[in-house]
DNA sequence: GCCGTTACGGTCGGGCTGACCAGAACCGGC
DNA sequence: GCCGGTTCTGGTCAGCCCGACCGTAACGGC
């Protein structure tokens, strides 16, 4: 582990990454921003968009350049928030590298630049074989985004960062059926949302209905509320 | 942006420490282990227990080597959990430091060992006139470390790091009364628990009553779930 | 034995939830 | 224009959970 001739002080200064877990919805189904490393590294494999942290720059601004960079998203009002941070000794071959995790949403009407080697996998393939392989450990990044993802849409009103400024109650349920999974009643949602005080605000337009045909819905806006009470439980 | 003698590649390595916020119960009161720095520096100033992270450690060690060595705690079997990293240029005054807070929770039943510059502060002299001064942005990290805790004993059975391994329900009432500074029914507070799976479970035991006389309770110990279904919310 | 205290078990009404139904409003085809 | 299909919206109803409350059980102290 150290030769005889390295100083006995430990060194204790390291890398210090920020790695990036961006969820987006496309056609209902919740999707997550990979990047290809170097071709020539790890070839077919696939990994978080990441930056070095620069010596002044806040860990926030690094994450928002790991997306500008790697994948040109620049989204000044994508929710962005802290995961966790992954520092195992052996995490990285290359070296000891602390990174700083970050989970970001954005709403699925957003422009799908995704130039280079950018790419959003449907969630459902990452397990699944034929899927993205991931590097280093970017499974486990992903794994605990997705669950603090499904967790904070119950109790905080996330799912607006999923949606753009005006959206339906169907738009709304749709993003919780994307996330967790699972079917939801129109009905009962529709209530729990609009009896949740500060959810979400009605506005006095409508939105045209889809190919299908069926009744114009109301168009609401996010409301002020950051928590929601009561939560909205999975079923 | 950048000026046109510096060099164009950014340093990317900085000092990694952690710093573990402690909380625990004595005489019913929530507290927290802080410590006073050299007294060279900031006299009469607090800071959380922090040490540099070492190259071949992980961040887990590194916490628990924080309050072995600043606080003399050796508690294999507490609870503890990242709770959040702190990397703003300017956040320390000596220079670009990245921290990684941990929250620690242990049993009010652990031995007092508070060697050295150690001691545990009651949570509401915090803000209070008179209370301790917190170094750098500790405050800002006992506040979510705070508010986590407070947050976790309504989803999870964090309440059970608390106390020690045989308890009462009354102890564990205290528990969520201690952190969420508000009195709660007996009667519900146990009917809740009993109904909720795998929370406690009872053994054959029956704990000596108080000083002030009653009947002997039932003597509990923890049940297998980590997340409770349903939660307890705050009132 | 009496009393204060604590633990334990139960009742009652209100609120929230899931399952379900009915009407309203639109589209497309005939 | 009419009709069936689809979606949105509002309502009902039974069941569960929760807070407030009461009564009994079991101890220690006087």
């Keep these: 582990m150290s030769s005889l001739t390295a100083p006995l002080a430990p060194i204790s200064t390291c890398a210090v990454a920020v790695d990036t877990a961006l969820l987006t919805i496309r056609d209902g189904r919740l999707r997550l921003l990979l990047i290809e490393p170097e071709p020539s590294a790890l070839r077919g494999w696939w990994a978080l968009p990441g930056r070095r942290v620069r010596d002044d720059e806040s860990l926030d601004d690094t994450a928002h350049r790991s997306l500008s960079e790697l994948a040109g998203i620049t989204a000044p009002d994508a929710h962005l928030e802290q995961l966790r941070t992954y520092g195992d000794p052996s995490r990285d071959p290359r070296g000891r590298v602390v990174s700083v995790a970050y989970l970001a949403l954005t709403p699925f009407a957003d422009d799908p630049v995704d130039p280079g080697r950018a790419r959003l996998f449907d969630v459902d393939e990452l397990g699944a074989p034929g899927g993205p392989q991931l590097a280093y450990d970017h499974e486990r990044i992903v794994t605990d985004a997705l669950e603090r993802a499904r967790a904070k849409l119950e109790y905080t009103s ?73 939560a909205m439980l999975r079923p």
């Design 158 to 230: 996330l799912a607006t960062a999923f949606v753009p400024e005006e959206f339906t109650l169907a738009d709304l349920r749709r993003v919780y059926e994307a996330v967790w999974g699972v079917p939801l009643d129109p009905a009962n949602f529709r209530r729990k949302v609009v009896s949740t005080p500060g959810f979400v605000v009605e506005s006095d337009k409508t939105a045209s209905p889809g190919p299908g045909g069926g009744r114009p819905a109301k168009v609401y806006r996010r409301g002020s509320a950051t928590h929601l009470h009561p």
